[in-house]
């Protein structure tokens, strides 16, 4: 099946900075790239996510980029803020495309 | 939100009891999928559904069956209870078309399972 690495595990930045999350994939036919935001004991939030045919997309603070040549896609977080502090999931679709394969997740802290 | 219910949210029973979690959807979509969520582990799928009565494994279905009886409804039940199957479960849904995941998934609030 797909394999998902995520990087990195945790993520400690300062209000303001701007955080990166990085994942890659092996399944070079993957086409749907979404990323998920769980705060805790919450449920797990589509923030943003994007399809193969482009390379990058950004909703106000948050992007992604896409690097299908290399196999891996990014999470971009600009002026963080302690209300972006959570665990953050990338996902890939598995073989056979019906459902998704997720990473094992980073911990975002930002510290005011 | 999407309108997905879990029910129960919190369980708390003892190892060899069988246990049934419910999934209830207002939003008509033909996916419908079973995670546990472990420290560590990130989540992982159980068993998902593509429409009623069509069902298919997941990554770590073992001690897990599922039922779909009518689009709405997807549940997830364990035969007898093991002390390994104490997680957090995860109901989610897609408008998936085609046959691949090109849409996003919503997921449910989870349910709390404690097995002692």
């Known amino acids: 099946g797909e394999n998902v690495e995520q990087h990195p595990s945790t993520l400690s930045v300062q209000e303001g900075d701007s955080a990166v999350i990085k994942c890659t994939y092996s399944?070079?036919?993957?086409?749907?790239f979404p990323w998920y935001k769980q705060e805790l004991g919450k449920r797990p939030q589509l923030i943003i996510d994007i399809r193969s045919n482009v390379g990058e997309k950004k909703d106000q603070r948050i992007a992604v980029t896409l690097n299908k040549t290399a196999k891996h896609f990014s999470l971009h977080i600009t002026e963080t803020q302690p209300e972006d502090s959570a665990v953050y999931f990338c996902?890939?679709?598995?073989?056979?495309?019906?459902?998704?394969?997720f990473g094992k997740g980073t911990m975002l802290l930002v510290s005011p | 939100d999407a309108g997905i219910t879990q029910s129960p949210r919190h369980k708390v029973t003892e190892t060899g009891t069988p246990v049934t979690l419910r999934c209830h959807q207002t939003e008509n979509h033909r996916y419908m999928y079973w995670y546990r969520q472990d420290p560590g582990h990130g989540l992982r799928l159980i068993h998902y559904s593509y429409g009623v009565k069509d069902t298919d494994k997941g990554e770590v279905s073992d001690g897990y069956s599922v039922s779909r009886s009518k689009t709405e409804d997807f549940l997830l039940t364990l035969e007898s209870a093991t002390s390994s199957q104490t997680s957090v479960y995860f109901c989610a849904i897609s408008e998936s078309s085609g046959g691949t995941v090109n849409q996003p998934q919503h997921f449910g609030d989870g349910t709390r399972l404690s097995i002692l």
């Open positions: 399944d070079s036919a993957s086409n749907y």
């Open positions: 996902a890939v679709p598995a073989s056979g495309y019906s459902t998704l394969t």
